[in-house]
């Protein structure tokens, strides 16, 4: 059985008190075993990561970046290898899994652009003779806390954003998932990272709460569901930690009658099933503003989710495949039974869905709900699955009120060529991120990602200028030099200095 090790100093490093299995989805067949870490490893990472980060703070920030042109050729190099590893664990098809690597690449790209990212702000002549300027320094060790569904794109955006910036990087990914994160700390290794700046320690919520209580971590991002995200968020600040902590979502795709329906199917079927639905951008909420609309969406939607193939991630052919593992099926199969129990008409029925020659594989057909109400509870929480539920809508009004109102508020889309109708849409909306005909609108690596409400906890979102802030802190300095021939007035020093 393959053993996947904490990967710590730049060394693999077994630690095996504790083991968890790591599953192939499409087989539903255990692969290979993660040791899960305790306090005492996370300490070996610490006392390494404390080594390494004075000198690459020192290290002019166009040498950090020449680390990220590195790596980032080493990626492209290493793709395939990458996305077969990921979809091998993950489950999802390798076309997507590449997606997932060239996403979190994308960031990287940023990275590579840190010198210009991390200028600060001068004024020349604030006083008489005095000059004022900032200056973005790093925090010192970050950690990572990230979730099984992005296995290499979140890794990246953040150990990406604060490697740049001068940091340590301490990365706990998700234990269902741990291959690929590995591999990416031994790329970044190769690229000509210095030992300890990123080091993967694996585990569940002994190393997340290690973590969490560790007095030299200054910074903590997490991913993953919103109770978890809750308890990061509130045990890490107040341990004084500075902490953003992304949740789970619900999100919504409205369409209004002069939508292109065609197109809409197109994107949803995409969105919702996309990845077996285990995204934290997918569309498992459409909602037709009118029943002519919804009929008509339903018409062609049926067809369209009919002929979906569901396959294993090797596939070439197949839109989707297996979920994480047999307890998430289960959930997402509970949630099926629940949304009918609760008044919902099933209109497919994804439950029992076994692939010949794979049937110990976790699969679950495309499903789709017409009548879903906003009181459902099945409407409320996230399935995180192939599950498509159509809510439908009387009037505008209620369209922008249902995702403003859901408790989650990640992303959101809306379908129409009536701009004046987006404009208003988008302005009103009480959603992080919002499409207009783009159904899954995570933002480009140069903008920000983060949710509202229940999606996020913390006020400062993912990679881009955020990131960079996120994982830097400003430094003010206020310098006068005199000439020394200024005749001293003792008195003034005892009066708060004015610009007045
Ligand atoms: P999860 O919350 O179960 O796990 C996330 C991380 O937290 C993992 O590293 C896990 O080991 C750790 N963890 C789990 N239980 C813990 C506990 N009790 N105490 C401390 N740490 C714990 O999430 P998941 O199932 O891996 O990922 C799916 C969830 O992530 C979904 O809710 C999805 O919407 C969300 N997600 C959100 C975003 C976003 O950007 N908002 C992106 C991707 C995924």
């Known amino acids: 059985m393959r053993s996947i090790e904490h990967f710590i100093n730049g060394q693999s490093v077994a630690d095996a008190k504790r083991l968890s299995d790591v599953w192939n989805p499409s087989q539903g067949e255990v692969q290979a075993q993660v040791g899960l870490g305790t306090a005492a490893t996370l300490q070996r990472a610490v006392d390494a990561a404390l080594a390494a980060q004075p000198a690459w703070a020192a290290t002019n920030p166009q040498r950090r970046a020449r680390v990220m042109f590195k790596f980032k050729e080493l990626i492209e190099t ?12 993950h489950g999802k098809v390798v076309a997507d899994a590449k997606g997932d690597v060239q996403r979190g690449l994308e960031v990287i790209e940023y990275a590579c652009s ?12 604030a006083g008489p003779g005095i000059d004022v300027y900032s200056m973005r320094q790093p925090l010192g ?22 490697i740049a910036c001068g940091n340590a990087f301490i990365l706990k990914p998700s234990e269902r998932d741990p291959s690929v994160p590995v591999r ?62 992304f949740g789970g979502a619900k999100n919504h795709g409205i369409v209004l009658p002069d939508a292109d ?21 997918a569309l498992p909420v459409v909602v037709p503003v009118g029943d002519d609309t919804a009929a008509a969406l339903r018409e062609k939607l049926v067809p369209a989710i009919e002929k979906l193939r569901v396959g294993i991630s090797t596939d070439p052919e197949a839109h989707y495949g297996p979920v994480v593992n047999e307890a998430h099926k289960q959930r997402v199969e509970n949630y099926i039974q629940m949304c009918v129990d609760e008044g919902g008409e099933l209109v497919v029925d994804g439950r029992g869905f076994m692939l010949q020659g794979h049937e110990k594989g976790f699969f679950v057909g495309p499903t789709l709900f017409d009548h879903v109400k906003p009181h459902f509870r099945s409407y409320k929480e996230e399935i995180f699955g192939p599950v498509l539920q159509i809510v439908r809508a009387d009037t505008f009004e209620e369209a922008v009120r249902l995702p403003s109102e859901h408790e989650y508020g990640n992303g959101v889309a809306i379908f129409t060529r009536n701009g004046h109708a987006a404009r208003e849409f988008v302005s009103r909306v009480n959603v992080g991120m919002v499409g207009v005909n783009v159904p899954i609108p995570v933002p480009v690596s140069y903008h920000s990602f983060g949710g509202w409400k229940r999606s996020g906890f913390g ?25 020394g021939t200024a005749a001293g007035d003792h008195k003034e020093a005892f009066i708060i200095p004015t610009m007045g």
């Open 78 to 89: 290493n793709m395939d290898q990458l996305a077969e590893l990921l979809a091998s664990e």
């Open 114 to 125: 840190i010198p210009q990212a991390l200028k600060g702000e001068y004024t020349q002549g």
């Open 141 to 162: 060790i970050g950690a990572g806390i990230t979730p099984f569904n992005f296995p290499a794109m979140i890794p990246m955006w953040m150990f990406g954003m604060a």
């Open 184 to 245: 990416l700390a031994e790329l970044m290794q190769e690229a000509g990272l210095p030992d300890g700046l990123l080091n993967v320690v694996h585990g569940d919520k002994e190393m997340v709460d290690a973590i969490l209580d560790h007095p030299d971590i200054a910074g903590i991002s997490f991913v993953g569901s919103s109770d978890i995200a809750q308890y990061i968020y509130s045990r890490g600040t107040a341990n004084g930690k500075r902490v953003q902590a």
């Open 261 to 281: 329906l065609d197109q809409v199917v197109n994107d949803l079927t995409g969105a919702a099933f996309g990845s077996a639905g285990e995204r934290c951008m």
């Open 459 to 483: 006020d400062i979102g993912q990679y881009g200028q955020e990131g960079m802030r996120f994982w830097t802190r400003t430094k003010v300095v206020t310098q006068r030099w005199p000439d």
